[in-house]
């Protein structure tokens, strides 16, 4: 059976020490000659990946995300009959498996991020190339009802080659709210859903919080307490430390800290960002200085610190994710073609060797499934 909630999930690996089943999505135009979603598992007993394998056939399944109570998995793509971004819905199955059951039109171009929100009625996309954010109604099978809403904020920033017009690059759900880091704006803009229709309640215009100019906000997490949150900056190489308003899903900036050593002069942008299960540490990654930047995080103001600054094992980590039980770092390389896990001390938040790599195909995303499946 599917577990409720990720949170469950989490309680159910800290019990067990037995392989835990993930899925990575890919970038189809890579070198890797990528085929679709793959499948594989991670053993946290000895930060081993298992056999990497085709689980569903399918063209630029960057993002993937998971429906809060069903079998399902979401990918953002570009299909043949969606050429300009697609969104696909497959069931999971044992061992685990992926069936193909739907897709529709992300509404914009290139979608780069997707999520669904806590009651699995809308599924969110950032779509990069053009900056529109969609929302889609899901029905109560999980399949796609019909759309919500697809926005896109005009503007620019000063970065002439990057901010030439809006780019959201990613979208979070915090019950109601939809918060979207817009690279090309400097800002995180928050739509407020009604889950019924998936459409704004509270006007066409997100309310906005301003990050500093030029920054690029990529991605960002929350803290588990929900009190902060934390933006991962592309163009600056920094990470924002936010107070976050729960009533209306707004941002207020508490200060920035660089994700790079001060003696580094080579070209590096920065892509995933996660907080650690206990809250008390948070990570960051470098594409081209190819590392994660460890923070330590007082969990009363909020504000970061730098511990480390750790070799990821490979090239280009575009996406990463910590294990449920805190202990592991898995990294995707998108141009090294690889996966590695990096045993994480969750007493002092550091990141140690590189355990284990395996071969990959353009990894962009990696995703823990449900246990059962």
């Given at each position: ?161 990057r901010q030439e017009g809006p780019h959201a690059h990613g979208v979070y759900f915090r019950g109601k709210h939809l918060l979207v880091p817009d690279l090309g704006l400097d800002k995180v803009l928050t739509y407020t859903l ?119 094992g490979g090239k280009i980590p575009r996406h990463f994710t910590i294990s449920p039980d805190g202990k592991w770092l898995l990294c995707a390389h998108q141009d090294s073609n690889t996966l590695a896990s990096l045993p994480l ?23 823990f499934l449900p246990a059962g499946e």
């Amino acid at each position: 059976m599917m577990k409720s909630s990720l949170a469950l999930l989490a309680v159910s690996a800290l019990a067990s020490a037995a392989p835990q089943p993930i899925a990575i999505g890919t970038n189809s135009g890579g070198s890797g000659k990528s085929e679709g979603i793959y499948l594989s598992s991670f053993d946290p007993a000895t930060g081993a990946f298992g056999e990497v394998k085709v689980g569903a056939k399918y063209s630029n399944p960057g993002f993937l995300a998971l429906h809060p109570a069903k079998p399902l998995l979401y990918s953002v793509g570009r299909s043949e009959k969606f050429p300009k971004g697609s969104l696909a819905v497959f069931k999971l199955g044992a061992g685990p498996s992926l069936e193909f059951l739907a897709e529709t039109s992300s509404e914009g171009n290139n979608p780069c991020h997707l999520a669904v929100d806590p009651s699995g009625q809308i599924l969110a996309t950032a779509n990069y190339s053009d900056g529109t954010t969609t929302a889609v109604k899901l029905g109560a099978d999980g399949l796609p009802q019909g759309l919500g809403f697809a926005h896109k904020v005009e503007g620019k920033g000063p970065n002439k080659n990057r901010q030439e017009g809006p780019h959201a690059h990613g979208v979070y759900f915090r019950g109601k709210h939809l918060l979207v880091p817009d690279l090309g704006l400097d800002k995180v803009l928050t739509y407020t859903l009604d889950p019924a229709t998936a459409k704004p309640t509270g006007g066409d215009e997100p309310a906005a919080s301003p990050s500093a100019p030029g920054a690029g906000p990529r991605h960002l997490d929350f803290s588990p307490d929900g009190k902060h949150a934390y933006i991962v900056n592309e163009l600056n190489n920094t990470v924002t430390a936010c107070k976050l308003d729960a009533a209306k899903g707004t941002l207020e900036a508490i200060g920035d800290v660089p994700t790079l050593p001060e003696d580094w002069k080579g070209q590096s942008t920065t892509a995933e960002i996660q907080v650690h299960p206990s809250g008390k540490f948070v990570y960051a990654s470098n594409r081209g200085h190819d590392s994660i930047a460890v923070f330590a995080r007082d969990a009363d103001s909020g504000k970061l610190s730098s511990v480390q600054v750790a070799p990821c094992g490979g090239k280009i980590p575009r996406h990463f994710t910590i294990s449920p039980d805190g202990k592991w770092l898995l990294c995707a390389h998108q141009d090294s073609n690889t996966l590695a896990s990096l045993p994480l001390d969750p007493a002092t938040g550091k990141l140690g060797e590189p355990k284990t790599t395996t071969s990959c195909p353009n990894p962009i995303c990696i995703l823990f499934l449900p246990a059962g499946e």
